[in-house]
Structures are given as structure tokens and as C-alpha cells.
């Protein structure tokens, strides 16, 4: 053999695999079918600037591990994801705390927006009661007697129903497990103490990662995966995995996301880097400004230009993106049935958001690549 490892697959799970198998000694072939490295974290350069073109990625953790290891092969920069609401043209901000109460009822303190809240959830517990409903039967229920009526109804309703394709009505009520409101002036979405984007986009970080092995694009493992086989001892397999038993038993579904993007002739589009759009009739869920990702302050003036993406969530279809993973009963059992088979199979380890048919953020992913013993 003269690899130790085929790595199939060069995105952020298949790049750290083989940055961890390189450290240990070992030789790497990593081959994708894409014609680029770096997965959904790639990159495209556009006038300038680093375009997401799988999606906005924002890395975050709390793992100081994660977070140390990734600034060693690439400063990241201060960025901080605070995403901004747009309902009918009035903006608030993201995500719901006291600068969006401001916005919605013009209160001022915490005990004024606690006060709103409840009085907007005992409404709704109210309204359950007399229609003799003891516990929510769907989504819309759920999401009233968590925040009340006004906050679901500007900032949560168009929003998730254009998500999921459905009325929030015909959505079980268990999505919405937990509605996050901070009683405080902040609006960084996250909770993580580490977030920021790598200084020159993902593919530096991926770049790194990938650094002493030998990389093939283009190229789709299952066309010729005899041929492949023979090149190195141990698999590492992360594409689909029903698509890797040729779906003998079946297709795991998906939800995938249209992007339309766009160079705008002005220097600032938006004025942020995410603006979600929480009205039902708009059809984007989300306006991304890539630049705002990189460039801060007066910096953002420097390039003339300005690279916007709108987000289209769209039914998904075999051909297309998978992006999303429909973690339903149905599916979950369909995929435990492809586990069995696939530990069954020799010398391959499936690892990644498609092997593994769930929804990783980029650190989880990269701390089960750090996960796996190699000998
Ligand atoms: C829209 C969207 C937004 C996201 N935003 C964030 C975010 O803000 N923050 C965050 O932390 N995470 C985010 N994520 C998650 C992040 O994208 C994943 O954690 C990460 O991409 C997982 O890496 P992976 O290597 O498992 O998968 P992928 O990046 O999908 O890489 C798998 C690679 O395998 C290749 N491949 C598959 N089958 C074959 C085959 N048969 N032959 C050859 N090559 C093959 C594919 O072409 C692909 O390049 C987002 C995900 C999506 C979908």
C-alpha cells in the first residue's frame, strides 16, 4: 500500500483527520470530488472577499483546546456574531434581549421586559386552558407560552416556517425546546467564550491542515472505489453514508439552502454581516454581507464593493446539497440500520456530518476528528 490513509473527503473533519495522522507519522492521500478542499467551509474569493459559498461559518467553543490548537495554525480575528432581525422593515436586534424588548415595547429596564413576557405568556397559557389544551400540540403553541405573542409572531413565525417549509402549526411543538432571553444590553449570539473567523478565510486554516499530504479534486471515491482501496491500508470515509451502500436500504433526508449571491456597486450593504428577514412573505430567510465577517470599523470603506448572499431554504432532493439532516424518527432508524452495515466493513471508519447523518458546528466536528485513536 503506499498510503496509511485515504481520507475521502477534504473538508474539516477529513482535513483534521489527516493533520492528527500526518502528526503521528503516518501518509495521507486526500481525495474529494469537489474542486476545492475545506468541505462547506470553503471559501471563494470575489472582489476581495472571502465568500461563504456553502453558508455563513462563524467558528465558536468553549473548548480552550479547540480554540488554542486553531490559533496556532491561524490567528482569528474579533469578530462577534450579532445578527439583526428585519420584520416589515423595523429592525431588532439578535438575540432576544433587553436591546430587542426596547425595540418591540420601548421598556427600559429588565423588570419592565419580565413583566411583558409574562403577561404576554399568561395570555397564552389563558388561551390554552379555555380550549382545554394541557399541553402544546405543535410548534406555534410551544413558542406562546415560552415568549408570548409578539415576539413570536414578528421574530420567530416567518422565520421558522419559511426554515421548515411548513406553518408553525403543523410543526411539533419539541423544536422549540427553549426560547434564550437575556435580561441584558448584549447581543452576541453566542454563549461560547472563543468565536471569531480565521484572519484570511477557512481555506488558510483548511490549507494548514491539509499541509504534507497529497491531495486529489475532482475525483468521486465511489466511482472507483476498488482502485482507491488498493492505495492505503485504513479508509477514512466522510460522505454520505446511504449514498456509500449505493442506498440499498433507502434515501436519509435532508433540508438543504438556495443561495443567490451578489456583487452590490456600493462599499456597505447592510451594515452587518447577518440580517435575518423574519416576515413570511419575503421568500430569503437571511441577507449574509460577507465582508462585515473580515473587515471592521472604517476598514469596511476600503473596498468600494460589497458581495451579498440571500438564503433560499428549500426542500431537498437527491442531486442537491445536503446541508440540514431531518433528525426524525423515520429517518434516525433508516440511519441506525446504515451503522450496522457500516461497522461491518473493513478497515473504513466513517466519521463527519455525512457519515454520521447529524448536525456538527464546526469545533464538535473537529473535536471527534481529535476523538478517533490512530495507531
Ligand atoms: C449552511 C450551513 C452553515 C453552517 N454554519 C456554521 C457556523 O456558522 N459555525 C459552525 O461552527 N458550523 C457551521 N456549519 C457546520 C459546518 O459546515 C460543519 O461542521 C463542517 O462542514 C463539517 O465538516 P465535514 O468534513 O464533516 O463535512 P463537509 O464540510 O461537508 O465535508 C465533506 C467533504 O466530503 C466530500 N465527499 C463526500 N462524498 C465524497 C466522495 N464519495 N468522494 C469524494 N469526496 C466526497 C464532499 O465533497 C465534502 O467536501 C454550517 C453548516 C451549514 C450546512
Redesign the pocket.
Known amino acids: 500500500m503506499k498510503y496509511d490513509y485515504l481520507i ?7 482535513a483534521t483527520f489527516a493533520w492528527r495522522a500526518r502528526q503521528a507519522g503516518k501518509t495521507c492521500l486526500v ?4 474542486e476545492h478542499t475545506g ?3 470553503y471559501c471563494e474569493q470575489v472582489e476581495g472577499i472571502n465568500v461563504h459559498r ?7 467553543t468553549n473548548n480552550e483546546e479547540i480554540w488554542r490548537f486553531v490559533n496556532s495554525l491561524v490567528p482569528f480575528n474579533r469578530y462577534t456574531n450579532s445578527p439583526v432581525a428585519n420584520y416589515q422593515g423595523k429592525l431588532y436586534n439578535l438575540p432576544f434581549n433587553m436591546n430587542t424588548f426596547y425595540q418591540m415595547w420601548g421598556v427600559k429596564t429588565p423588570a419592565e421586559a419580565a413583566a411583558k413576557i409574562e403577561e404576554q405568556r399568561a395570555e397564552a397559557r389563558q388561551l390554552l386552558q379555555q380550549q382545554g389544551v394541557a399541553e402544546p400540540r405543535n410548534l406555534e403553541e410551544q413558542a406562546l407560552l415560552l415568549i408570548g405573542r409578539d415576539i413570536y409572531e414578528k421574530l420567530i413565525k416567518g422565520y421558522t416556517e419559511k426554515q421548515w417549509g411548513r406553518a408553525c402549526t403543523e410543526l411539533p411543538a419539541f423544536i422549540i425546546r427553549r426560547l434564550p432571553v437575556r435580561f441584558v444590553f448584549d447581543n452576541n449570539y453566542f454563549n461560547d467564550c472563543f468565536q471569531g473567523i480565521p484572519e484570511g478565510g477557512y481555506n488558510v486554516l483548511i490549507n494548514k491542515l491539509l499541509e504534507g499530504c497529497e491531495v486529489r479534486l475532482g ?4 466511482e472507483n472505489r476498488e482502485a482507491w482501496n488498493e492505495q492505503a491500508n485504513q479508509i477514512v470515509y ?3 453514508i446511504d ?1 456509500y451502500f449505493d442506498y440499498r436500504l433507502g434515501h436519509l433526508e435532508w433540508r438543504t ?1 438556495r443561495f443567490e449571491t451578489e456583487t452590490m456597486p456600493t462599499s456597505n450593504y447592510q451594515g452587518n454581516a447577518v440580517v435575518n428577514y423574519t416576515e413570511r412573505e419575503i421568500p430569503y430567510t437571511r441577507i449574509i454581507e460577507h465582508k462585515h465577517f473580515e473587515s471592521f470599523g472604517a476598514d469596511v470603506d476600503k473596498n468600494p464593493k460589497t458581495v451579498i448572499s440571500r438564503e433560499y431554504s428549500t426542500e431537498w432532493h437527491l442531486g442537491m446539497e445536503p ?2 439532516p431531518v433528525n426524525d424518527e423515520k429517518n434516525d432508524k433508516l440511519y441506525k440500520q446504515y451503522v450496522e452495515l457500516a461497522n461491518a466493513e473493513k478497515n473504513v471508519l466513517f466519521g ?3 457519515a454520521e447523518y447529524k ?5 464538535p ?1 473537529m473535536e471527534r476528528a481529535f476523538a478517533i485513536k490512530i495507531d
Open positions: 475521502v473527503g477534504a473538508g474539516l473533519f477529513g481525495i474529494d470530488r469537489r468541505g462547506n467551509t456553502y453558508g455563513a461559518h462563524i467558528f465558536h475525483v468521486d471515491y465511489l466522510t460522505g454520505e449514498r439552502v446541508y440540514y463527519g456530518r455525512l448536525y456538527y458546528d464546526m469545533a466536528t
